[in-house]
């Protein structure tokens, strides 16, 4: 009740505010004005994915040159990918331009509402319009309803937002649609008009609302997909002049849905299995680069055998595996992969003698949560100066490692991101994004080889 | 994908062995033909290279389990040594040797650096912090696995040693070879059987291979040496017994056959009590060298060899033979009679412990199964089958009495050693099974005698013939004998041939040996049984890997300070693999502790209840083998509960479980039986499953009947976990109802 109550107070506020909030800031919102916008929110994993299009329209005096977006502080902290794309062209030549987004503080923003800076890539003069592709995605944002379910029961969760999308321009017309992954919905919000056709639910049309307009919206429906969290990964990936690169990734698995409770019962598990543990999983899957060879899955314990994998050289390759026993919600299991991959698909010289490093940021899990990700990269003894390019903002510091018939120890490159998600399977999405980037500065008469430098 | 990185490293070790052998081989071939080497120096190279590669084939042999499974900790005892070796490495010396155990004995505690022996630990710790200091960056884990491999290796090197020092160097690589390789040993020290008996074979064999080094050279040095490799072998294995009174057997057969001379003296003196003073030091053995029974027969020989050589010093200062005997008589009777009232007071007074029940179950075999169940339960305790022999021997159970001809044909200081070590050994061996490995290299070294001394005999036979028919002499050069003799005889080629066709035949019982040997140490004792492995239906290999599932599953899905009730066997690997609180453990000191958990698996369920309330107890395992057919789990040593229960607890009667004298699980069962909660826990719901095409439900094919209590309810638990082959049943104890 208490959660419920919550968004209806910021509500209220919220039309308290607005009147004030327009005579302040009257310039930026009143020049802008969303003609359309469209929102799909998907909800048929744990992860939220929201595909926002707007339409907006400038109808002030002046270009304007950067779109705002809001989000409610309780979005903000789930929200663990924000892209947002300009769309250009007719129906069937349409081509997307990837557009700057960054964070924002509003020294006025009504109820602690968060801003993200839309930079378009041609200011928008009187009267023009535009249409922008904007994807968010929201994790931990479904809530387990209720909290603890036995082995029988299917997995119910919340999922809170508004029914109005929440923005500091007026809209003229909006839609959601909200996407569930089953037709077993137990309640809904009715913000009228609101409809429901299977597994979606339609909300809107709503014409002419003014800014910060909110009304909170609440979906209880089953979902039984695994909650894959993983707690904190490791990842290091270690070069070796050798021609490998050795990655070992230390997982803490977690399932994050509602939790079990009372008994476990084998004969159930094994006979029936549509009606017993539904929302529990066994299997995760994690893509791996073409090439990989040696690859190990364990645990502190030693080896686990239950892990199929489908190599290729061409495509990216498939490990299956499956912990050491089926996790039910809020069971654990920590293991280790480990793979090689041959150094010549990641590592490139540059013209002015600097080597680089091409690599994916991400888990390899797929529809996994990643809440604390720790890349390491181990660079051969000697590299020096090693600096790392991401996309989005990172945690960098450098460490020492020893490892065989080390003398000075080998420079580890540390990058910490948290909550991170698996981006790569999002189809508008492209491919300079995930990559990090590193350099060793070296002395020029040690220019021509990796293993020169690495002898000295 | 299983194991696969210690495959290939498994792999890289068995291809690097050959590349050597090239190696040597080679070097050995170009110095014989450019340099023209002596005779000696070729002779030496040799035996280094034959040695060399003795070495590296007692390594690589054991790496079976390596390859087969992957690099892991076998079995139940190596999982604490494996733990503690981690608690050493990470927390220090000092921290290990004053931990106070709260994970083990729940509540009791266990002081863990008062109760262990250390030898292991300290060499493995030793040998990772070596690497880690030469850069080599190991896990612990890959330093224990190898451990006992590479003390295998070291063993044989003292082998050919001592072989060398009784008998011959051919007899001594002979031994290096036969004890590289034989399964008696091979059985405790494949590469992941991290136990105590790895690193203890080497110790033992080095104190006795020093110790009749000193006595044949009466060299301080070397008695000296002895004394510490003593100490290393008190401080690695309890087994150390066996030293300490057969040496003070060994010394006073040497007495009694008018063997004694300065040079044993001065041997036994200084090894024992160096010895003594060191081993002191462990505080597990503490001050049980002058207090115990089982140490009080090396004091008493201690002290006859004082009163021996105080005498052989009277007998130089008085001239008079008659004067002498009487003093003798007197002496004797004296120091005998004051020896005697010391040991009768001290074992009155309390002051020396009298002979624990393992000691006693050695010298009486049917001890143990009457008076103290503890022991007769455990497998490796039980008398030797014949069959063991064989299969631990094979044909060195026949050249073994062989060898004790040779030895006794040629009699010294150091064949009686070896043949009253083999002697006592073999006995050993006889009532427990798992002493077969401390017999194992005293029946090498025997059986290396027997096999060089044969062979050389039957080559030089063979040499002496053909050299009289080159150079058409009469006279064998320096041959036997018996080839001398041979060569006037007619039936020259008849002899020769049945040289060559004994030979042939000993090279046949040879190779058969090393093809035994290796599929033994291939099919039978390279096994973790921690992941047992089956054939499927397809052939295919089957892996259930059962036990480390529900160990990893205690390890993340309980609270962290759980205590958890098993049977004692799975204690160590629970708390090292689970890492949670047990009750009891392998380090079976608290029999009443024991008893108790016993008393509660035999008991109703709403009186085990009360048994767990009072242990705190929050969860219990228990091991059903019903589904896989899984011989042994805890049904089938249940009643072994029982016994160790009742032993404390009389209300427990073995008589209750049992129909007639006859232990069974199904309907015909006895009432107590099939509502015990030790049953309940490993048939709940098995009734509902079907385990094999063409048989009724709650077909239970480790014993091959259907059960017989189909509707278990439980009352005061529930099943927490099973895993996937239902080998490991984890059950919840639930908190007390609310009265109101």
């Not at chain 1, 307009?213 to 050798?242: D, G, M, T």
């Not at chain 1, 409770?261 to 893509?287: E, T």
């Not at chain 2, 003093?327 to 001290?346: E, M, N, Q, Y």
């Not at chain 2, 004298?661 to 909660?677: E, H, S």
Request: charged share 20%; net charge positive.
């Amino acid at each position: 009740m208490e959660a419920l109550l919550r968004p209806r107070i910021m509500l209220s506020l919220t039309i308290i505010l607005i009147p004030i909030f327009l005579f302040i800031s009257g310039a930026s919102s009143h020049q802008i004005r969303i003609n359309n916008a469209e929102r799909r929110i998907d909800l048929s994993t744990h992860i939220v994915k929201v595909f926002l299009t707007l339409k907006v329209e400038n109808t002030g005096k002046t270009s304007a040159s950067e779109i705002l977006l809001a989000f409610p502080p309780t979005q903000v902290d789930h929200l663990a990918f924000l892209e947002a794309l300009a769309a250009t062209g007719k129906k069937k030549k349409k081509t997307y331009v990837s557009l700057a987004v960054k964070p924002t503080q509003l020294p006025d923003a009504p109820n602690e509402t968060n801003y993200y800076t839309i930079v378009l890539a041609n200011p928008l003069n009187t009267g023009e319009t535009a249409t922008l592709e904007i994807l968010y995605i929201l994790t931990h944002s479904l809530e387990p309803f209720p909290v603890e379910i036995s082995q029988s029961e299917s997995q119910l969760v919340y999922y809170r937002d508004s029914a109005l999308i929440l923005s500091p321009y007026h809209i003229k017309q909006q839609t959601t649609f909200i996407k569930i992954p089953s037709n077993k919905v137990e309640s809904f919000t009715r913000v009228e008009p609101t409809d429901r056709a299977g597994n979606e639910l339609k909300y809107g049309p709503y014409e002419d609302r003014p800014p910060y307009s909110y009304s909170p919206l609440l979906v209880h429906f089953e979902n039984n997909n695994p909650f894959s969290v993983v707690e904190e990964l490791v990842r290091e990936v270690e070069i070796s002049h050798w021609g490998n690169l050795q990655i070992t990734e230390q997982y803490k698995l977690a399932h994050a849905g509602a939790r079990h409770k009372g008994i476990f019962s084998r004969v159930d598990y094994q006979s029936k299995p549509a009606f017993s543990g539904v929302s529990s999983f066994k299997h995760l899957l994690a893509r791996l680069p073409p090439r990989v060879h040696s690859v190990y899955y364990r645990d502190e314990i030693g080896n686990i055998s239950t892990s199929h994998l489908r190599a290729d050289s061409w495509k990216i390759s498939e490990l299956e595996i499956e912990p050491r026993y089926p996790l039910f919600g809020g069971w654990r299991a920590t293991f280790v992969i480990g793979y090689g991959l041959p150094l010549e698909d990641f590592l490139f010289e540059s013209s002015d003698g600097r080597r680089y490093l091409n690599f994916t940021f991400g888990c390899p899990l797929v529809e996994t949560v990643v809440d604390k990700l720790t890349i390491k990269v181990v660079l051969p003894e000697g590299a020096k100066g090693p600096s790392a390019v991401v996309p989005f903002p990172v945690e960098q510091r450098l460490e020492t490692k020893y490892s065989y018939l080390d003398v000075v120890g080998r420079t580890v490159v540390v990058l910490e991101k948290k909550n991170v998600v698996p981006v790569h399977n999002i189809p508008f999405q492209w491919n300079d994004l995930n990559i990090l980037f590193w350099g060793s500065k070296m002395e020029k008469k040690k220019r021509n080889s990796l293993l020169v430098m690495l002898v000295d | 994908m299983v194991g696969k990185t210690e495959s290939q490293n498994g792999a890289v070790k068995a291809t690097a062995a050959p590349a050597m052998n090239l190696e040597s081989d080679l070097f050995s071939n170009f110095s014989f033909k450019s340099f023209k080497l002596k005779t000696k120096q070729q002779e030496l190279l040799l035996r280094v290279s034959i040695l060399g590669l003795v070495y590296i084939l007692a390594f690589i042999t054991r790496l079976f389990s390596v390859l087969r499974y992957e690099s892991m900790i076998h079995e139940f005892d190596p999982y604490f040594n494996y733990r503690t070796t981690l608690f050493l490495t990470e927390k220090g010396f000092y921290e290990f040797w004053n931990w106070f155990d709260s994970e083990s004995w729940y509540p009791l505690g266990r002081i863990i650096g008062g109760t262990l022996y250390p030898g292991l630990m300290v060499t493995a710790a030793f040998i990772y912090w070596t690497l880690r200091f030469l850069r080599f960056a190991v896990h612990i884990r890959e330093v224990c696995v190898l451990t006992a491999p590479f003390f295998a290796s070291n063993t044989t090197v003292v082998a050919y040693f001592f072989g060398k020092e009784i008998w011959d160097s051919g007899a001594g690589l002979v031994a290096a070879a036969f004890i590289a390789i034989c399964p008696g040993y091979i059985s405790r020290s494949v590469a992941g059987s991290y136990d105590n008996e790895g690193v203890a074979i080497f110790a033992l064999l080095l104190t006795f291979y020093l110790f009749v080094k000193a006595v044949n050279t009466g060299s301080l040095a070397w008695a000296l040496a002895s004394a510490f490799g003593y100490f290393y072998m008190v401080s690695a294995w309890g087994g150390y017994v066996f030293i300490i009174n057969l040496i003070p057997l060994y010394v006073l057969v040497l007495l009694i056959t008018g063997r004694y001379s300065m040079r044993l003296y001065v041997a036994y003196n200084c090894m024992y009590v160096l010895g003594m003073l060191l081993a002191m030091q462990i505080r597990f053995v503490g001050f049980q060298h002058v207090q115990s029974g089982e140490h009080m027969a090396a004091m008493g020989v201690f002290f006859l060899m004082q009163v021996f050589y105080f005498l052989d010093w009277v007998k130089y200062m008085l001239s008079d033979t008659k004067l002498f005997q009487a003093f003798l008589r007197i002496t004797v009777t004296s120091a005998v009679a004051v020896g005697a009232l010391a040991l009768g007071v001290g074992t009155a007074s309390g002051y020396i412990s009298p002979w624990t029940g393992r000691f006693y179950s050695l010298l009486d075999p049917t001890y143990a199964k009457d008076n103290i169940p503890i022991i007769a339960s455990v497998s490796e305790h039980q008398p030797t089958a014949w069959s063991s022999f064989m299969f631990d021997f094979h044909i060195l159970l026949f050249l073994f009495p062989a060898g004790l001809y040779f030895c006794f044909k040629k009699l010294s200081d150091a064949t009686i050693f070896i043949v009253m070590y083999g002697l006592t050994s073999m006995y050993f061996a006889g009532v427990m099974v798992r002493l077969i490995l401390v017999a194992t290299p005293a029946v090498c070294l025997i059986s290396a005698i027997a096999v060089s001394a044969t062979i050389k005999n039957l080559t030089s036979l063979l040499r002496t013939k053909s050299k009289t028919a080159v150079a058409g002499s009469s006279k064998g050069t320096g041959g036997s004998k018996a080839s001398s003799k041979a060569s006037f005889d007619q039936s020259q080629p008849f002899q020769k041939n049945g040289a060559i066709a004994l030979l042939l035949g000993a090279f046949y019982l040879l190779s058969k040996y090393a093809t035994h040997c290796t599929w033994v140490t291939s099919e039978a004792y390279s096994s973790p049984s921690i992941v047992l492995a089956a054939r499927g239906a397809h052939g295919n290999r089957v892996i259930f890997d059962d036990y480390r599932e529900a160990y990893f599953w205690l390890r993340q899905n309980t609270p962290p300070d759980a205590k958890v009730m098993s049977w004692w066997d799975y204690g160590y690997q629970i708390t090292a693999m689970g890492n949670r609180t047990v009750i009891v453990d392998n380090n079976t000191w608290n029999n009443t502790h024991i008893a108790t958990v016993g008393r509660a698996m035999s008991s109703y369920e709403d009186e085990a209840y009360e048994i767990m309330r009072s242990l705190d107890v929050d969860y219990v395992l228990v091991v059903f083998g019903g589904v896989t057919g899984y011989s042994s789990d805890d049904i089938n040593k249940f009643l072994w509960m029982v016994r160790i229960g009742g032993g404390v607890f009389p209300v427990i009667k073995e008589p209750d479980y049992l129909v007639n004298g006859d232990y069974r699980v199904d309907k015909g069962a006895a009432p107590k039986m099939l509502n015990c909660l030790m049953y309940k826990l490993s048939y709940y719901r098995f009734g509902e499953l079907v385990t094999e095409y063409g048989k009724p439900p709650g077909y239970d094919r480790a014993r091959g009947v259907e059960i017989g209590n189909k509707d278990i309810k439980l009352e005061h638990l529930e099943e927490a976990f099973t895993t996937s082959n239902w080998i490991v049943r984890i059950y919840k104890v639930k908190p007390p109802n609310n009265r109101w």
